[in-house]
């Protein structure tokens, strides 16, 4: 990795992703198929892109229970407990309906309702993640979805990784489907003579899935656009250099696309980093994907000041954010932009991504700057209450009407007006 000296101004920011045309086009020509042929459509579409022959959609309970006999005891013991850190984390984020009352008899309210239901999309093409299982089923068990729908693809060798269905069992799904890509995200948001429709999808994935998600928002609800994983690390001198390198390629073998940046106040904390990354590379079973992308995505800022280092960090808004500093609690509160933000030395990113409890599910490409990790709102919708006494309709009634006429909306006014006599 380059070493740059941070100059003010710089842009760390990456072209939000669209895809190619030919992509673009593919994921139209593959909705507008489920949608006319259905399940005949999912079967022949998983055997062109998975190069499965399904003999079903639907996992069956013998596949699940299977799955967990499959597992050991350790690492079942593992995703448990997983599981209930996050479930645990989730469940504070809920909300109460809520009513008020003023003298005048006027009751408004919020009424909250978790959605009837919720299709989950796990990713499956290059890599398993019971993880992304445990982080998108539990908030929305923890928001009251009564129906939860799972999708993954299936891998050519050996269907769906027993881990991924351990997971869903854990999680408490028992409906899941054997379908992935555009095709799954279509049987999602239309429906097919198996897969019935739900209200909302979530979940990330590759480019034809987030193109998708994209094209069948409307007619279903959808969580976010998730891009390449994403990692920040602010440090100083106090960091050290094989840690801080771990953590960078912790997310960088995700995917050839993945982004790692260092921005450090430190130039001998960076060239020990950039030194320790490329020898720790080379030890990397996924070292072709991690190298792609630290080549390509991979950079290292040398700041004059930690508050330079903040304000390139706010530019960035990056999808995770590690702060190793002296006083990383006084550098975090100065963080406007990031997803989640991990504290100290042992606070690694890994740490979030499968087991502390809070979402790894997180906005990423520079859309901190406006949204929000998933979380337990994203599976509940807001009713708002109005009622108003006739003490308090005869006391506002007249500037009701008025205001509806300043909108040249007569009917409005009549309606209120109506009462009145
Ligand atoms: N943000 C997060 O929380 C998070 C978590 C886990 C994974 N991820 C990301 O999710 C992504 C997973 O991607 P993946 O590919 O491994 O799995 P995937 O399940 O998203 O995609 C696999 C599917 O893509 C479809 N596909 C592949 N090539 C195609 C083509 N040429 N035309 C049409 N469809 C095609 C196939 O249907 C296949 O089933 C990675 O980028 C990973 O970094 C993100
Ligand atoms: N870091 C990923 C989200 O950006 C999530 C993940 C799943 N498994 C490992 N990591
Ligand atoms: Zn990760």
New binding site residues.
């Given amino acids: 990795m380059e070493i740059e000296q941070l100059m003010e101004g710089i842009s760390l920011k990456r072209s939000v992703e669209s895809g190619t045309e030919e992509?673009r086009a593919?994921?139209k020509e593959?909705l507008l198929k489920v949608r006319n042929e259905g399940d005949a459509a999912l079967y022949e579409?998983?055997k062109r892109?998975?190069g499965v022959d399904l003999h079903s959609l639907r996992i069956t309970e013998k596949e699940i229970n299977e799955a967990l006999q499959g597992l050991s005891d350790e690492h079942l013991a593992i995703i448990r407990e997983a599981a209930k850190n996050i479930k645990s984390f989730h469940e504070k984020q809920l909300r109460n309906s809520w009513i008020s009352t003023d003298e005048s008899g006027t009751m408004l309210g919020q009424k909250i309702t978790p959605l009837d239901s919720v299709g989950v999309?796990?990713?499956?093409?290059?890599?398993a993640?019971p993880?992304?299982v445990l982080?998108n089923v539990l908030p929305a068990k923890a928001a009251g979805v009564k129906r939860i729908v799972m999708v993954?693809?299936p891998a050519k060798e050996g269907g769906i990784s027993p881990a991924v269905l351990a997971a869903a069992n854990i999680a408490g799904v028992t409906e899941i489907y054997s379908?992935?890509?555009?095709?799954?995200v279509a049987a999602l948001a239309y429906g097919t003579e198996t897969i019935e429709r739900v209200d909302k999808i979530v979940g990330?994935?590759?480019i034809?899935?987030a193109l998708a998600k994209r094209e069948v928002f409307g007619d279903v609800d959808i969580d976010m656009i998730?891009?390449?994983?994403e990692i920040a690390v602010l440090a100083d001198d106090t960091a050290i250099p094989e840690e801080v390198a771990a953590d960078l390629l912790s997310q960088a073998e995700?995917?050839t696309?993945?982004c790692s940046v260092l921005v450090t106040t430190s130039r001998e904390l960076a060239e020990g980093v950039a030194a320790e990354v490329e020898k720790q590379l080379g030890e990397l079973p996924r070292e072709e994907i991690a190298r792609a992308a630290i080549e390509k995505f991979g950079r290292i800022f040398v700041a004059d000041s930690l508050e330079g280092a903040i304000s390139a960090i706010n530019e960035l808004a990056p999808?995770h954010l590690e702060i190793i500093t002296r006083d990383p609690m006084n550098v975090m509160a100065k963080i406007r932009h990031a997803g989640a933000i991990f504290l100290g030395r042992y606070s690694s990113e890994p740490v979030g991504d499968y087991f502390a409890g809070p979402n790894?599910?997180?906005p990423?490409n520079g859309t901190a700057r406006f949204s929000s990790p998933l979380n337990v709102d994203d599976f509940q919708k807001k009713s708002s209450i109005i009622m108003y006494s006739e003490e308090a309709f005869k006391a506002n009634s007249e500037k009701i009407a008025a205001f509806a006429r300043l909108e040249g909306l007569e009917a409005h006014a009549r309606a209120i007006e109506v009462r009145r006599k």
């Fill in positions: 992509q593919a994921v593959i579409l998983t892109f998975d999309y796990v990713p499956g093409g290059t890599a993640y993880s992304s982080m993954t693809p379908v992935g890509g555009a095709q799954a990330p994935g590759n034809y899935v998730a891009g390449p994983s995700h995917d696309r993945a999808e790894h599910v997180l990423t």
